[in-house]
């Protein structure tokens, strides 16, 4: 049976690389986002083969801080699927320029809501769907991915706030392992280090200030990059578990 995957945050960075390389791993991917017209590209350049493993896509646009929404989002993409998808990507999520003091009071709540409150539901929904559902041959019951940070590990005064999103998040993540594992389900922390993305201009970083900070750091990160990763820890045989994993470019010292 073919493996199926839904990946939120889909329409652009890591999540759009995410879903193609899925694609290529040879998983039917549902993707989901608020852009449309971005999901609808990514559709036709999945069913065009574009990811090498060609194969079937379906979008389904929605609001990720939503809880409702993604309720919708798992309940049409089991319907897709055939069963609960084999793969849950909660990747949707927003950074925040600026440490406790400086970041913009303003926009807290909606990234608490989006990083933390509305992941962590994705993942408690999605993992309970995957407990209750026969065990696969050769895939499981299934792999919950979050992505996290590595400055939800080290945190960093230039995203203050934001950092403690990725912590919150990654403790769900390990509290929810331990809950799941011994049902077969995995619930993997992939925290990244700096991935040239949209990421920057939403969370309002200062570009130049940006790029000088990160010169030092040489080459950054590609959404491609974190992909691989992540494809490669759902490509792991269902006894093993790659929980937590960090990625940064190699010359990123800090954080
Ligand atoms: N880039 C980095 O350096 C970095 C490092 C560590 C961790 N991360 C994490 O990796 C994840 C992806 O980041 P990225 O670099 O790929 O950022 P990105 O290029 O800005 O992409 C973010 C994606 O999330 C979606 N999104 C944002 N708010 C949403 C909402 N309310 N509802 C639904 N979708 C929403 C966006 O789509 P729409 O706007 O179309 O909704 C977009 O597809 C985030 O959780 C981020 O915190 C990024």
Known sequence: M???????????????????????????????ARRDERLAELVAEIEAGAGAGGGAALALPADASDTAALDRVLADATDW???????????????????????DRARWEHMIQLNFLATTHLMRVAAQAMAGRD???????????????????????????????????????????????????????VRPGIVISEFQDVAGYDAENFGKAIEKFGQ?????????????????????????LTIRPVGQDYP
């Open 220 to 244: 950054p990160l590609q959404p491609d990059d974190v992909a691989r990763t992540i494809g490669f820890v759902v490509s792991q045989p269902p006894h093993v578990h790659v929980n937590e």
């Open 81 to 103: 699927c055939g069963g609960p998808p084999d793969v849950v990507v909660a990747n949707a999520g927003h950074g925040l320029a600026g440490g406790v003091l400086s970041s």
């Open 2 to 32: 073919t493996p199926t995957a839904l990946i939120t945050g889909a329409s652009a960075g890591i999540g759009r690389a995410t879903a193609l390389e899925l694609a290529r791993l040879g998983y039917r991917v549902v993707v989901s």
């Open 135 to 189: 065990e696969r041959p050769g895939v499981g019951r299934g792999d919950v991915v979050v992505l996290g940070s590595c400055v939800g590990v080290n945190v960093s005064p230039f995203s203050g706030m934001y950092g403690a999103t990725k912590f919150a998040v990654g403790a769900a993540a390990e509290a929810l392992r331990r809950e799941v594992g011994g049902h077969g389900v995995r619930v993997t922390n």
